[in-house]
């Protein structure tokens, strides 16, 4: 028996000999944690071709390690010489128990620490999965390559990309060329994304397409996506789109938990309802889906749509929301429905009306202006609402048609497609006109005054309680005949083509009537009297440019 051992311990120190003798014993001390050192297999074959080839063959469970990474396969040939390995079948690399690569076939080159996969890859770390059908990893930058497809599964997040690049170190992934990003909520589709299996964060660098499962869609060039923590930011004028809007702006910042947003530089809101919808432009606006609610500042513009056309509304600060919630909170009056008689108690209650659940209201605050081609207004505060299309103007309001001019301390303008329908001064009212294009104004003043229009001009005009009245009368030549101030309880006034036509005294009269050469035109002025041309809206340009 121990003559057996010695002739087979001489026979395997005859196959090492050569090896040993061309091993520089220096070297293996130098090549620690960089060599591939053989652990464990079922067989092992050592096999000598030349002077560049000498292998040793791994059969069953083979196991090999290098520094702290782990090599297992069902078999596996290492070249001495070069210092690679070659496994095939359930090869399996342990990199320092962070990352875990899995394949059928493994070329690894030891000097670079380089590994190249094929056949069912799939890399994970812990958080993701990555699978792929060939694999350039990386063992000392833990950096991962696949160039033929590739997907990734993070928890419920699926994406796939012809191109894809693994970073070991900061669990990033980033992905390029025919990326898609499936997720129950969201479906993202770009060229380029980056995405971190901790964080759970998706950084876009390329013209994406977000759509949710509301179908919103939303388009971007440039942001990043917090899939843990539904928010993201938006830059490069994304645009949002929805069912019933679209939202354009420089940058955008959303929450999808709590259904806030906020849009900024030149954001845009346009409503997708033609008919009585509204666009909303801002430098801010900040937003709350789940209430429905638009807050804007920063210069910002309210285009109401009557019809094909719209009126434009600016101020300090624009709000809108929807009418029924405020009806929850407070009353609002039924205008439409009631006269200036009726008492607060008409106003509606939401136990008994029912408005339509999208409609809106809107209020502005401080520096209000209103611009359409056949009405305009001022004033220092509005509420608005598009259910029963009623600007309710408070503190100063002025009220431009035509060549008339309406004041008073509130101002209710009713409208009827774009154009100006009725309209009712509360106290302190007063009317003033131009007489053709000259320095004359006929005027109308009253506790409180109730105009009509037809085509958007004025046509009659009432005025009650302590009513005065100056009118310049002129012949059928539009030459003045004179001048006359009156005093009323109650006085109805006639337009024709919005100018004055005819005066009837209802209840009470006293007047004068002055000749032109002899009348003090400037006494003639009613108390309040003031034409205030100069702040009236010229144009919708104007509005657009404030």
């Known amino acids: 028996m121990r003559l057996q051992k010695l002739i087979y311990f001489i026979a395997l120190l005859a196959i090492l000999s050569p090896v040993l003798a061309q091993r520089n014993p220096a070297d293996t001390v130098q090549q620690a944690g960089k060599y591939l050192e053989i652990l464990s297999a079922d067989k092992i074959i050592l096999n000598t071709v030349d002077s560049v080839h000498r292998f040793t063959i791994l059969v069953g469970k083979a196991k090999v390690k290098q520094d702290k990474t782990l090599f297992y396969a069902d078999s596996a040939v290492w070249n001495e010489i070069d210092n ?40 994970t770390d812990g958080k993701g999965t990555l699978t792929t059908e060939e694999l350039e990893y990386d063992v000392t930058i833990k950096i991962g390559t696949y160039l033929k497809g590739g997907k990734l599964v993070n928890r419920k997040t699926v994406l796939t990309s012809t191109e894809g690049y693994y970073y070991g170190e900061t669990k990033d992934v980033l992905f390029k060329r025919k990326v898609v990003l499936i997720d129950p909520e969201y479906k993202i589709v770009t060229d380029t994304l980056q995405y971190n299996t901790n964080t759970e964060i998706a950084t876009f660098t390329s013209p994406t397409v977000i759509t949710d499962s509301s179908k919103r869609v939303i388009k ?4 990043y996506f917090d899939r843990k923590n539904k928010k993201g930011m938006l830059f490069k004028r994304s645009v949002i789109d929805d069912s019933t809007y679209t939202f354009t702006a420089d940058d955008m910042a959303f929450d999808d938990s709590t259904k806030l947003s906020e849009f900024r530089g030149n954001a845009v809101y346009r409503g997708k309802d033609t008919a009585q919808g509204f666009d909303m432009i801002a430098n801010n606006i900040k937003t709350d889906r789940k209430k429905d609610i638009l807050l804007a500042t920063e210069k910002p513009i309210l285009l109401i749509k009557q019809g094909k056309d719209s009126i434009f509304v600016t101020a300090d600060t624009l709000y809108t929301a929807r009418l029924s919630d405020l009806m929850k909170s407070r009353y609002v009056p039924e205008i439409r429905q009631m006269d200036t008689s009726r008492s607060k108690s008409n106003a509606i209650d939401t136990a008994k009306s029912k408005p339509d659940s999208t409609a809106k209201y809107f209020e502005a605050y401080y520096h209000v202006k209103i611009y359409s081609d056949s009405l305009q207004a001022r004033g220092d505060s509005l509420f608005y609402s598009l259910q029963d299309s009623v600007f309710r103007l408070f503190t100063s309001p002025i009220v431009w048609a035509q060549e008339n001019q309406i004041t008073g301390d509130t101002i209710y303008l009713f409208i009827k497609n774009k154009k100006p329908e009725s309209l009712n001064v509360f106290e302190n009212a007063m009317a003033i006109s131009r007489v053709d294009s000259t320095k004359y104004f006929n005027q109308v003043k009253g506790t409180s005054i109730n105009a009509f229009f037809i085509d958007g001009k004025i046509n009659f005009l009432r005025a009650k309680g302590n009513a005065e009245n100056v009118y310049y009368g002129q012949d059928e030549n539009k030459r003045f005949t004179g001048v006359a101030k009156n005093n009323s309880d109650l006085m109805d006034i006639r337009f024709e083509e919005g100018k004055l036509k005819r005066v009837t005294f209802v209840r009470g009269f006293d007047g004068t009537m002055y000749p032109m050469r002899k009348a003090n035109h400037d006494e003639l002025k009613l108390r309040g009297y003031k034409w205030l041309d100069n702040l009236r809206p010229k144009s919708k340009y104007e509005i657009l440019a404030n």
């Open 220 to 223: 971007t060039r440039e942001g």
């Open 84 to 123: 690679s390995l070659e496994a095939f079948g359930n090869v399996h690399i342990n990199d320092a128990d962070s990352v875990h690569t899995y394949a059928q076939y493994l070329k690894y080159l030891g000097k670079e620490k380089k590994a190249f996969l094929s056949k069912k890859v799939r890399l």
